[in-house]
């Protein structure tokens, strides 16, 4: 199959170790990957913060590069979720019927990274070797958005070498909320800190999730305490292999 | 008679007000106890029914359907409610609502009315407003009267006193009840309670209400409470007022079926409420002699107009998005500053106030939809949320400040940059050098400048990789054997 990476613009700035990831898993499993050159960003963040107007040149963009995608591949369940939850209305909103139509073309062929992993190709096992104590965090817009349920835990039970560890109160926020972090600092860090707390109550050395926006965040957290626990995208467990460095 | 002085809101916005109560380490962990056993007793009723999720369908429909046709159904209740002997009010304001109130005790020469748990009359400072005029509110819901008894103010609209403990309670009911030897069991807090409301509704003659439902076709006021309070307020003193707000009606009797399920379960964990009153117009010998509805707009038209969000005026009050939602359980119901708290408050409270007020209320939340989740008629409260902050944005960009604002001058900027990947990648080029101003010698971000400090005041930031995702493929793959590298595709 021929697979389009929409890699987010935040994952491309700042974590391109996910995006290699998910280039490995989906090429270990034979298909082709490709990159359009020409994406930029989802409009989440524009529209999330009430930009409504900035967002829909946004979406308009990432529309346009992607009209003649197969399937559209995106290791970020917010990104996802924007798309499904507010294109078609951000396009209404703005009367550009055109636009709603391209929109609603697009939608069936883009998936979330492991939803596509399960949902499309019908695989659990990628093929992942990764030695560690791990813990997930159940993003809010994998489970209340895309509804993924229990399909990253299936993924991960597939891996070799891997301890899962379950997580207390795994869907609640971790307090990000993008903007919400910086305009509401003071609960977004008290969220964050019942959040990392029963990450540490776990005893993992890895907290994975399908979104990077809430890694960093516990990332930010996890680093500033000085913990010895990591931050990991799942794709990148999953494209771990016996033959890597742990 | 002493005066209770209730305490006041302030117009403190939501950041500033939250940071003081994360400070209260009592109030938090009231508060997360207290939402913690309700969710888990919610969820246990809840998962016990097969069709919850039809019920939540046939609860947002029934809710969509009232609203869209509102002017029919309240003219048929006024109707039918009149034809039962009560006397229907229309208020276009809370000034309206309060002048018709007070007309009506004045009229009775009461000097004390006992109030059954409505927040409505909360809405509209009727408490303030009465003892204003020289008459005296006495609370007869049990969190209600800890509320007045302690100089407090509400919290949470379905369980108001939720931020106060057994402990604190009692300080309250000892000094005001006069009460030295209270015991602590919650028998004896009861017990006290109850001997200090029984002899008020034995005297009092006039009482004050809100309601759960009107009834369209019958004219009937429905009332679900858990404590018996409302059962006496609503049939022992002569006049009964209830104050509804205009969003309050259904169309029919059987439209209970749904609520009476969904309700109760959803608000307190019950599977019915121990109370269920309703009760249509007046009759002899049998409660009170007089009844009037006073019906309040107070700014909900303008809701009904908006298409948007007039999915707000579907909710019937069971709370069940404060306890579920994670920035109401750190920090309780007062950084609000709203009689109505928690998700459904940051919406619904700056509308009432056509967007003059509570401006940082629809940015409360970290969109995590927990709220609209557990929603029993299916309010989509983020898609609110986010409506009401485009709004604001774009009030905002009308003025000087906030079209030269950090903002606002930020978003333009991002905005510019995701309209061309060439953009972006520059972009990315130039914060990958300029990051070296604040990369710490540890190798993250550990202070960031103005706006974007409140993330390092308790986060670290790692830095942007040296090369981005995009430099990595283009290096991969300069033959594009194994995808096609699109040529730019911008849309400038």
Redesign the interface.
Same mark, same amino acid.
């Given at each position: 199959m021929?697979v389009s990476l929409f890699?987010t613009?935040y994952?491309?700035?700042?974590?391109?170790?996910?995006?290699?990831s998910v280039v490995r898993v989906l090429?270990r499993l034979g298909h082709?990957?490709?990159?359009?050159?020409?994406?930029?960003?989802c409009?989440q963040?524009?529209?999330?913060?009430?930009?409504?107007?900035?967002?829909v040149?946004?979406l308009?963009?990432f529309v346009?590069?992607y009209r003649d995608a197969e399937t559209i591949v995106v290791p970020s369940s917010s990104c996802v979720s924007m798309m499904r939850?507010?294109y078609l209305k951000a396009a209404e909103s703005v009367g550009d019927m055109r636009l709603a139509a391209d929109v609603q073309a697009l939608l069936p062929r883009i998936y979330e990274f492991t939803e596509f992993l399960v949902k499309k190709l019908g695989v659990e096992d990628v093929g992942a070797t990764y030695p560690h104590k791990v813990t997930f965090h159940t993003s809010?817009?994998s489970e209340?958005?895309l509804h993924l349920g229990d399909i990253p835990i299936r993924l991960l039970k597939q891996v070799r070498g891997l301890q899962l560890l379950k997580l207390e109160n795994p869907q609640?926020?971790c307090?990000?909320?993008?903007?919400? $972090?910086?305009?509401? &600092? *003071?609960?977004? $860090?008290?969220?964050? &800190? *019942?959040k990392v707390r029963t990450v540490l109550n776990t005893g993992a050395e890895v907290c994975t999730a399908v979104d990077n926006s809430c890694l960093?965040?516990l990332?930010?957290?996890l680093?500033?305490q000085r913990t010895f626990v990591r931050t990991a995208h799942i794709a990148e467990i999953l494209a771990s292999t016996a033959g890597d460095r742990a | 008679m002493t005066t209770q002085e209730q305490a006041h809101w302030s117009d403190r916005d939501?950041?500033e007000a939250?940071?003081e109560l994360?400070q209260d380490s009592q109030i938090r962990s009231n508060v997360r106890h207290a939402t913690n056993v309700i969710q888990a007793k919610r969820n246990n009723v809840v998962g016990e029914l097969s069709d919850w999720q039809q019920l939540r369908d046939a609860g947002a429909a029934i809710r969509a359907h009232s609203l869209a046709h509102l002017h029919f159904y309240l003219a048929q209740f006024e109707e039918a409610c009149t034809r039962a002997g009560g006397q229907v009010h229309w208020a276009r304001d809370s000034a309206e609502a309060n002048r018709i109130i007070l007309g009506l005790i004045q009229k009775h020469d009461a000097k004390e009315v006992i109030k059954i748990k409505t927040m409505t009359s909360e809405e509209i400072g009727l408490n303030q407003n009465l003892e204003a005029n020289g008459i005296h509110p006495i609370e007869t819901d049990l969190a209600e009267l800890i509320i007045q008894l302690g100089h407090d103010k509400p919290s949470h609209f379905v369980v108001p006193a939720l931020h106060k403990n057994r402990q604190e309670v009692r300080e309250i009911f000892k000094r005001e009840m006069n009460l030295p030897d209270l015991g602590e069991r919650p028998e004896d807090l009861a017990s006290a309670a109850r001997t200090y409301l029984r002899e008020k509704y034995l005297r009092v003659k006039v009482a004050v209400s809100g309601a759960n439902f009107l009834i369209a076709e019958n004219g009937a006021v429905c009332i679900v409470e858990s404590e018996g309070n409302g059962r006496m307020c609503l049939t022992l003193p002569d006049v009964l007022i209830s104050l509804v707000g205009i969003e309050k009606v259904l169309p029919k009797y059987r439209d209970m079926e749904v609520f009476l399920q969904t309700l109760p379960r959803s608000a307190t964990g019950e599977r019915m409420n121990p109370y269920n009153s309703i009760w249509t117009g007046v009759h002899e010998g049998d409660g009170p002699k007089e009844f009037h509805v006073v019906l309040l707009d107070n700014r909900r038209s303008p809701i009904l107009g908006d298409a948007e969000s007039r999915q707000t005026l579907q909710c019937i009050r069971c709370a069940a998005c404060l306890n579920v939602c994670?920035?109401y359980?750190?920090?309780g119901g007062h950084a609000y500053e709203s009689v109505y708290a928690g998700p459904i408050g940051a919406i619904l409270t700056p509308q009432l106030h056509s967007m003059t007020e509570g401006r940082s209320l629809?940015?409360?939340?970290?969109?995590?939809?927990?709220c609209?989740?557990v929603c029993p008629v299916k309010i989509n409260i983020p898609?609110v949320l986010?409506h009401?902050?485009?709004?604001?944005?774009?009030e905002d960009q009308k003025t000087f400040s906030g079209k030269f604002g950090m903002?606002n001058m930020g978003?333009?900027a991002?905005?510019f940059?995701?309209?061309?990947?060439s953009r972006?990648s520059l972009a990315?080029h130039l914060?990958q050098i300029g990051q070296k101003l604040v990369v710490s010698q540890n190798g993250?971000i550990?202070r960031l400048p103005s706006?974007?400090s409140?993330?390092t005041?308790?986060?670290?930031?790692?830095p942007?990789?040296d090369?981005?995702?995009?430099d990595?493929?283009?290096q991969r793959k300069p033959s594009a054997d194994?995808?096609?590298?699109?040529?730019?595709?911008?849309?400038e």
């Open positions: 021929r890699i613009c994952n491309d700035t700042l974590f391109p170790e996910t995006g290699k090429e082709t990957v490709e990159f359009r050159a020409g994406q930029t960003c409009g963040m524009h529209w999330n913060t009430g930009y409504l107007n900035e967002a040149p946004i308009r963009h346009e590069v939850d507010h809010c817009h209340r958005s609640e926020c307090g990000f909320g993008g903007t919400f $972090s910086i305009k509401n &600092a *003071d609960v977004s $860090s008290a969220m964050l &800190a *019942d960093m965040h990332y930010g957290s680093h500033r | 939501f950041p939250a940071k994360l994670p920035v359980h750190q920090t629809p940015y409360a939340s970290s969109l995590c939809g927990a609209y989740e898609e986010i009401l902050r485009g709004k604001i944005v774009e903002w978003m333009q991002a905005a940059l995701f309209a061309s990947s972006l990315q914060g993250v550990e706006m974007l409140g993330w005041q308790t986060r670290d930031l790692m942007l990789p090369q981005t995702f995009r990595w493929w283009a194994h995808g096609i590298v699109k040529e730019e595709s911008d849309v």
